[in-house]
């Protein structure tokens, strides 16, 4: 578990440091500087690869110009044997620094050390973190809403597992409520129909009247034939309203496997009725006072907590909200089942709810800085241009599992985990190019050349070497640095995501690393180069491979050999 953006900085803090004590044991600079200052990556180069901020920290402690400080610490730095091969003093009392040769050869001893665990860190130190992503309605078919969130979310599960989490996936199924009942009224309408025509009667006005109602019905038929066209309505409706969530679930589990998305728990609402918990959590709050009744209904006074405005935690006839079971089932989370961490990956149209709901669940003795929303934007399907509505196949509005019978599963999850905070605009023409316009085949083509590069090399008798036996200082062009450099990074990219809950930073930081192998190929001979210049190259080169295919199946996309 190698960090070597990490190593660097935090070894630039220990001889800055260093160097200011023995400045303060020699005399040259007076005692009490507390600040460290910062440690920073330049954004130009120009400036060195690290600098260090100490002087300009320390100048109103020691109540000298931070030049002053920064001239006095730069001939006390020991960097023999250190990841710097040199120093300078710049600007107002900056500290620039430049990489050695160690610090290169380092990065790619990590890489291979570390396998197919290069990246990780331990961000997480073995907390308990949930992700609860899609848990879509099972009234209906999974939408391209649900399949970016299906992506977002179990991409960031994975990072957070890199990042040393344990990491539970969760998928909240509700089946019950008023929502589901509707769905039961609906299917035994469109069952009614299949026997009795127009003398049935109708779908309820607010109930289900797509397509998928009248497949499932037609399904339900052949199953049971006419058994419940004269049965007891209430009996029917349960038995209906069970097969047909059953049905829709497993096809979501279906659509989702094949999708690369499996879970540890289909947790069910209705478990959290049956067992009373509901009732129990809503009690709680009855008893701390934060409750009132107003029209016949049960009202949280959640402005006690900083929202906007108070919920209804039961309806005037009787039934609980979406509110108060969600407290239910997050109680359930964090004091039932322990979670350090839970992370609700939520549509645009839930922002307002997260927010009055993170501050509600404080009433119940729970510290809402542990729950974290990941809020994504909604997605504009287009192909060359044009809107698309509907599924070339079907004819209907696309589902996920049309939009898989028309792009990949690797299109889609690199496009689908992209920018999570703004609005998508998801071209279904370019997810299927072969070209560099497209980002997935961007960077699976990268991996594949090196794969070729590598295999054909082979055949002239070039292995890739291990890091102890190259030369590192023979990687020295700017394109080669900026190359280890960009690989040097996946672990602060792991890091990051797990703090910002943004798993696209994966996707710009691969398109990114496949860019600067590209540059390197284009500029550095590998076939016919000197052996040792092509040992050392060639180790990069299978370096980048790497880490590319561990950065694409953190997101859960492919690393093809050959495209």
């Known amino acids: 578990m190698t960090n070597m953006v990490q190593a660097a900085g935090d070894e630039l803090s220990n001889l800055v440091g260093a160097a200011y004590e023995t400045a303060v044991a020699e005399g040259a600079l007076p005692a009490g500087a507390a600040a460290v200052g910062t440690i920073e990556i330049p954004k130009d180069a120009s400036h060195g690869d690290y600098t260090s901020g100490f002087a300009l920290a320390a100048a109103r402690q020691l109540k000298l110009p931070p030049r002053k400080i920064?001239?006095?610490?730069?001939?006390?730095?020991?960097?023999?044997?250190?990841?710097?091969?040199?120093?300078?003093?710049?600007?107002?009392?900056?500290?620039?620094?430049?990489?050695?040769?160690?610090?290169?050869?380092?990065?790619?001893?990590?890489?291979e050390e570390d396998g197919e665990t290069y990246g990780s860190v331990d961000e997480g130190r073995g907390k308990k973190v949930m992700v609860e992503f899609v848990s879509a309605n099972p009234t209906g078919t999974m939408t391209i809403g649900n399949a970016r969130g299906g992506v977002l979310g179990d991409a960031l599960a994975s990072i957070l597992e890199r990042a040393g989490y344990d990491v539970w996936r969760e998928f909240y199924v509700n089946d019950a409520g008023n929502q589901v009942e509707l769905f039961a009224r609906s299917l035994e309408a469109r069952y009614l129909q299949l026997f009795l025509g127009d003398k049935a009667s109708g779908i309820p006005e607010n109930g289900y009247h797509g397509e998928d109602i009248v497949t499932l019905a037609g399904i339900f038929r052949n199953v049971y034939g006419d058994r419940y066209l004269k049965a007891d309505e209430a009996e029917r409706r349960q038995v209906m309203m069970e097969f047909g969530l059953k049905y829709n679930i497993e096809k979501m589990r279906a659509d989702l496997e094949r999708y690369g998305i499996t879970y540890d728990e289909w947790f069910r609402e209705s478990s959290l009725h049956e067992s009373g918990y509901v009732e129990d959590t809503i009690r709680i709050l009855v008893e701390k006072g934060y409750t009132y009744e107003k029209d016949g209904a049960l009202w949280f006074r959640v402005t006690d907590f900083g929202a906007e405005k108070d919920e209804v935690l039961r309806r005037s006839t009787g039934g609980y909200t979406y509110f108060a079971v969600d407290m239910a089932y997050h109680r359930n989370k964090f004091q039932v089942r322990g979670f350090d961490r839970v992370i609700d990956v939520l549509g645009a149209d839930h922002h307002g709810h997260a927010l009055r709901f993170k501050k509600g669940i404080t009433a119940l003795g729970i510290d809402n800085s542990r729950l974290e929303f990941l809020i994504m934007q909604l997605v504009h399907l287009t192909r060359d241009g044009e809107t698309v509505k509907v599924s070339k196949r079907t004819g209907k509005a696309i589902a996920l599992s049309d939009l898989l019978d028309e792009i990949s599963v690797d299109a889609a999850r690199f496009w689908f985990n992209s920018r999570p905070n703004t609005h998508l605009e998801f071209d279904m023409g370019l997810a299927v190019r072969q070209d560099s316009e497209n980002p997935v085949y961007y960077v699976q083509y990268a991996h594949a050349r090196i794969c070729s590069l590598i295999s054909a090399l082979a055949l002239e008798g070039a292995e890739v070497p291990a890091s102890s036996g190259i030369d590192a200082s023979l990687l020295s062009t700017e394109v080669e640095h900026e190359l280890i450099k960009q690989l040097s990074q996946l672990p602060e990219e792991v890091r990051l995501v797990a703090r910002e809950l943004d798993p696209s930073r994966i996707n710009r930081y691969l398109i990114e690393l496949a860019a600067r192998f590209h540059r390197f190929y284009t500029s550095n001979r590998l076939k016919g180069a000197d052996p040792e210049v092509l040992s050392a190259r060639l180790k990069l080169a299978d370096s980048v491979r790497a880490v590319l295919e561990n950065g694409l199946k953190l997101i859960g996309v492919s690393a093809p050999v050959k495209m």
Do not use: C, H, M
């Not at 107002?92 to 160690?102: E, K, M, P, S, V």
């Open 70 to 111: 920064a001239e006095q610490i730069l001939p006390r730095l020991g960097l023999e044997g250190s990841y710097f091969k040199s120093a300078e003093v710049a600007g107002a009392g900056f500290i620039n620094l430049r990489l050695a040769d160690t610090w290169y050869r380092q990065v790619l001893s990590s890489i």
